[in-house]
């Protein structure tokens, strides 16, 4: 723990932040969902799993999904790096608690748009392996903030990160809620 509060404490240059931004771009846009599709590929021969192809609505759904994720999680990257002066990833953390843009929503909306990115690549790719694949990213990361990044938050920010998490919801946004003036349930 003691590590990831040094590696928050450090400012980085804007150079070395968009550097980084670059690089976790790389591997979450570009790596992680080619390793779903091949992975994916081997697995449904391996284990001769049907496919759900519904002729157009598979690449449908799975493109409103896809770009869906990929705006929400890259507000979220914009956010960090100009309002927190850091960037999605730990070693590179936030100088401040940001609880604007994407942030007012749900705590997590970088983890929220990657997972909405993968499930749209396994729904246009008509394979139950490849959900099973997109699933193993938001595990892993949703088991990485319980256990570490929550209680680094908590012991940087203390109340005002505790005022934030008590408001606003984990992962899955309630958009039933006002917020900033505008009624998600259609009342005044």
Partial sequence: MNRFKKWARHEYSKKQRMIAVVFGGFIFWIVIPFFIIIVSFYIDHWLHLPKFRYGLIN??????????????????????????????????????????????YCRNPMTLG????????????????????????????????????????????GSEYLDYKRRTPFLIPRLWEKRGGINFRGDT
């Fill in 59 to 104: 690449p449908v759904i799975g493109l409103m999904f896809m770009v869906a994720g990929w705006l929400f999680a890259n507000w979220t990257v914009k956010v960090q790096f100009s309002i927190g002066k850091g960037t999605p990833i730990p070693l590179m953390a936030t100088q401040k608690l940001i609880v604007k843009g994407p942030y007012t």
């Fill in 114 to 157: 990657t997972d909405l990115f993968y499930l749209g690549v396994a729904i246009g790719l008509g394979s139950f392996s490849a959900i099973g694949l997109s699933l193993v990213y938001p595990v892993g990361i949703l088991i990485y903030i319980k256990l570490i990044e929550e209680k680094e938050l908590e012991e940087r920010f």
